[in-house]
């Protein structure tokens, strides 16, 4: 929850009186985001009747993480599954940014259908919520033994959405996430070192600026709208029609770029081996229509 969500949460379930409610959550803020506790007992500093309240109505529960793979080069690919047949891939790249970048996704499958992406086969099954979004660093931050950190020796200092979804098209789920993360007596990972890539929702790009003040990212892929609109509308997978680019190809076309006064920094592939570069992620989460919702329902004899 975010702390406007977290204050009339306690309020309404009679946790604390409206007066007390701004003390209650900067506590509770501490605990879960800084110390990254997901048992209300270890909250020493609260009460214990109130600790038990808590317990009762409400959960610190990490998401599964289904599957947990670290390639060659160090890079870690989480598959976390927030609900049944809800399931998304998040990235931990080292070395990248002051310390480590964490490639979060924010839809299972897409909108989009890039056509050189793997994410872009997976129809939209639906967009992930802030907490869904948020889970995804508390869970990096766990498996890298980050709670609490100082901001100097931490391990993950930037957090990319470039994984699954196209953010722009969950935007109020992305922004409320953005303010859990960047929260200064929290995680507090800075905005600046928050990075939202999109496939250029244009309309989204100015209430992006606005509600989050994080720094954009816009994917041309393509030197001119025919093209681009062929691909929208890269890193081999499994049936790719695509294939990379040489790296004398590469470079030859960064220098073009940079010579027209246009900085171009060649993004090396992390993470290939476990299809966890940019445009390999993928989950097999399908949406359920709610007749075969219906129909398991009525086998499960619900
Ligand atoms: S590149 Fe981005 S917007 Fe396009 S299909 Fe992949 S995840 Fe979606």
Known sequence: MTRTALREALIAADICAPEKAKMRVGQLWRWIHHQGVTDFD???????????????????ARPEIVERQIS????????????????AESVYIPDVGRAGALCVSSQVGCTLNCTFCHTGT????????????????QVCRDDLGEWPSDKDERKLSNIVFMGMGEPLYNLDNVSDAIDIISDNEGMALSRRRITVSTAGVV???????????????????????????????????????????DWATIEAFAAIVNKAGYASPIRTPRGRDILAACGQLRSESKKVRASELRAMAAAAGA
């Open 42 to 60: 270890a909250m020493t500093n609260v009460d214990k009747e109130t600790r038990a309240r808590l317990a009762e109505r409400f959960t610190l």
């Open 203 to 245: 309309p989204e790009l100015t209430r992006l600026g606005e509600k989050t003040g994080a720094m954009l990212a816009i994917s041309l892929h393509a030197t001119n709208d025919a093209l681009r609109d062929k691909l929208v509308p890269l890193n081999p997978w499994p049936n790719s029609p695509y294939e990379c680019s």
């Open 122 to 137: 997976q129809a939209l099954v639906r967009n992930l919520t802030a907490g869904e979004i948020a889970a995804q660093v």
């Open 72 to 87: 060659a080069d160090g890079v870690r690919k989480y598959l976390i599954r927030f609900a049944p047949g809800i399931e």
